[in-house]
């Protein structure tokens, strides 16, 4: 009898935990579209409008002498508007998403590159990527972001960052995402101040429960090895 | 295709852009600075094609994100198609790409660095004198692609790594590169200008190209 109700408790916890996760996917699905959306109206809306605004400006500033100096300052701010726009149009999502997660990574880490100088970034990508749901493309770029953020927080001069995204054969002629990023440290006290397991835990269960997907850690004297699969 | 002396030939440019104030700036920029030429728009990827068939522009101005027509939202999937259309139906034909996300084109790497015109892309956020410039190099027949398709390592040809080979070891000529390659000395141009584009070497004032480039190959170790 109690054999019995555990396993009925058992199931009906399992059942909650699908429940739970088919909401949560729907509800991150829900904003990943509505993202897409408010980037699209950026891109295909105000920067189009910024764009003929420079143009026609641009345009004056050859005709009217006298405006030159006026339209100049003019100019000025709509090119730091259309900056701002795209900006705020790759803050929100990558537009490169579309055009593949290698890409997307690329530009992730191209503007960690920019902001750490200091720090040594090696990046390994396939040319061609299997086509994949945007939310799945958002969560592991986003999970790349935190794992960098948690990895590499300041003050830290430098560290060598090897990222690889690949695809690897699995059952049922099924392919597996696999990113692996590799970070060595001048030391191993820069290693354990960074890793955060708290950080580390709330990664592995936000892959599961949205994508179904895995992650891992290991450390080999000042390295630390992270796998992400999915 | 390369420029052809006004006095023998009209140039014709073909706009292709849905949004109407983008068009009329692109144009207006493109008229002031080739008053000769005559200026074709297009709104939709079905309008554009009709034009090119029609007219056979010198030289296409297209963005990539357009609807395939009046009734249907403009998509960057239909953008690509077209282009990759244009380059299989008219390899000479010089195109500019004017677009805010420029990187898609990565998807076309392929044909792009198979194509024989001229190929340019013009980020919207440039300005007057830069876009000008694009459309300048695509008359010219130069290639210049995002920096995202010359990034990944350098994919050189091996019929490439022969042309830089016997130009700077050899310090062959063209024509003769074309004999001793087999192949027409159009070809050998158009290698040229895969090569200066995945090394990054584009046309500047007072500079010589050919030098420029041989530097930046020793660089890179391509060649000794």
């Not at chain 1, 970034?121 to 749901?133: A, G, H, K, M």
Request: contains cysteine; neutral net charge.
């Amino acid at each position: 009898m109690v054999l019995f109700a555990s396993s009925l408790i058992l199931l009906w916890l399992f059942v909650s935990y699908l429940k739970l996760q088919r909401a949560l996917r729907w509800w991150f699905q829900q904003q990943v579209r509505q993202l897409l959306g408010e980037v699209a109206q950026i891109q295909d809306g105000l920067l189009q409008e910024s764009f003929s605004l420079r143009r026609s400006l641009e345009l004056a500033l050859v005709e009217e002498a006298a405006l030159t100096s006026q339209a100049r300052t003019w100019l000025e701010g709509v090119e730091k508007l259309h900056h701002s726009l795209e900006q705020l149009s790759d803050s929100l999502l990558p537009v490169c998403l579309g055009d593949g997660l290698p890409l997307a990574v690329q530009q992730l880490v191209k503007a960690w590159e920019r902001r750490n100088p200091g720090l040594e970034f090696e990046v390994t990508l396939p040319d061609v990527w299997r086509s994949e749901p945007a939310e799945r493309s958002v969560v592991i770029l986003r999970s790349l972001e935190e794992l960098l953020k948690m990895a590499l927080a300041e003050p830290l001069s430098q560290a060598g960052v090897r990222i690889s995204l690949s695809l690897q054969p699995s059952a049922m002629r099924k392919q597996t995402g696999q990113l692996a990023v590799q970070i060595t440290y001048p030391n191993l006290s820069a290693l354990t101040a960074r890793f955060d397991a708290q950080t580390w835990q709330s990664l592995q269960k936000v892959l599961r429960i949205l994508i179904s997907g895995q992650c891992s850690y290991r450390k080999q004297n000042s390295t630390l090895v992270c796998e992400l699969r999915w | 295709m390369r420029q052809k002396p006004l006095e023998q030939k009209q140039q014709k440019f073909l706009v292709l852009d849905d949004h109407e104030l983008v068009l009329g700036g692109t144009t207006e920029v493109l008229k002031r600075h080739y008053p000769e030429a005559e200026i074709l728009t297009a709104q939709t990827a079905q309008r554009a094609q009709v034009q090119i068939e029609r007219y056979r522009p010198d030289l296409v101005v297209i963005d990539l994100s357009i609807p395939e027509d009046s009734s249907v939202t403009a998509r960057v999937e239909t953008g690509l198609q077209l282009i990759e259309t244009l380059m299989e139906s008219y390899p000479t034909l010089n195109i500019v790409v004017q677009s805010t996300h420029p990187r898609s084109l990565i998807r076309l790497k392929h044909g792009i660095d198979a194509h024989e015109g001229g190929f340019t892309v013009a980020d919207k956020n440039l300005s007057v004198v830069e876009m000008i410039k694009r459309v300048e190099w695509a008359l010219q027949g130069v290639n210049y692609t995002p920096q995202e398709m010359r990034e990944k390592g350098l994919e050189f040809k091996p019929e490439w790594l022969e042309v830089l080979k016997l130009a700077f070891a050899e310090e062959l000529q063209d024509k003769e590169i074309a004999k001793r390659m087999k192949v027409v000395e159009k070809t050998v141009r158009n290698y040229w200008t895969k090569i200066q584009d995945t090394l990054g070497v584009y046309p500047e004032p007072g500079k010589n190209l050919r030098i420029q480039t041989e530097m930046k190959a020793r660089e890179r170790g391509l060649i000794d």
